[in-house]
């Protein structure tokens, strides 16, 4: 199976902040990688799909880049409504496989 | 809109069996493929299963290949998951989601508790 890693597991941050999430993958997946937020009691929401293309509704300050087995979530300016878990997923072969994930909190 | 709706979870005895049941609205749920993601108490998402629209390709993560059976009824726009054999392990919380890849909508899952 494909190993996911995310870094850091948590982040503290301020609201404005820019924050990077990493996400390393055990072999290469291409670009065949999704990233999803989590609240804590809620279902997950799809943000990003494809490396980079962001999912419909989900605000500009969400971004991601990267292939191959190195990828990065990055939010341009933390707001409030950031403050959660995020997941990296691969489905480049089955079984799909998530990162343990990062929890964002408030500094 | 689009809606998941989960049930079936509950408590059970370690052996046991449980069927997960997800009533699909908002689209047309013949169209899409349908997956199944766990989520064990405090932890991290597993995908557990996913099935083709008309049922004819399914695919498993190993830990459940063989006691878990992923299911749909396309006329009563439903998806069900079938769990035998049921282990401390699989104890989480189970989501129905749309999409066979990148699930696109998320139910609110149900809750399956394996514990003697």
């Known amino acids: 199976d494909i190993q996911m890693t995310q870094s850091p597991s948590t982040l503290s941050a301020s609201v404005g902040d820019r924050v990077t999430i990493t996400c390393r993958v055990s072999?290469?997946?291409?670009?065949?990688l999704a990233w999803y937020q989590q609240k804590p009691g809620k279902a997950p929401k799809l943000l990003m799909y494809?490396?980079?293309s962001l999912e419909s509704g989900v605000p500009s300050r969400f971004s991601g880049s990267g292939s191959g087995t190195e990828f990065t979530l990055t939010i341009s300016s933390l707001q409030p409504d950031d403050f959660a878990t995020y997941y990296c997923?691969?489905?480049?072969?089955?079984?799909?496989?998530f990162g343990q994930g990062t929890k964002v909190e408030i500094k | 809109e689009v809606q998941l709706v989960e049930s079936g979870g509950g408590l059970v005895q370690p052996g046991g069996s449980l069927r997960l049941s997800c009533a699909a609205s908002?689209?047309?749920?013949?169209?899409?493929?349908m997956s199944w993601v766990r989520q064990a108490p405090g932890k991290g998402l597993e995908w557990v299963a996913n099935?083709?629209?008309?049922?004819?390709?399914?695919y498993y993560v190993d830990s459940v290949k063989g006691r878990f059976t992923i299911s749909r009824d396309n006329a009563k726009n439903s998806l069900y998951l079938q769990m035998n054999s049921l282990r401390a392990e699989d104890t989480a919380v189970y989501y129905c989601?749309?999409?066979?890849?990148?699930?696109?909508?998320w139910g609110q899952g149900t809750l399956v508790t394996v514990s003697s």
């Open positions: 989601a749309r999409g066979g890849v990148t699930p696109d909508y």
């Open positions: 908002g689209f047309t749920f013949s169209s899409y493929w």
């Open positions: 099935i083709k629209q008309d049922g004819s390709e399914k």
């Open positions: 072999q290469s997946i291409s670009r065949w």
């Open positions: 494809k490396a980079s």
């Open positions: 997923q691969q489905y480049n072969s089955y079984p799909w496989t």
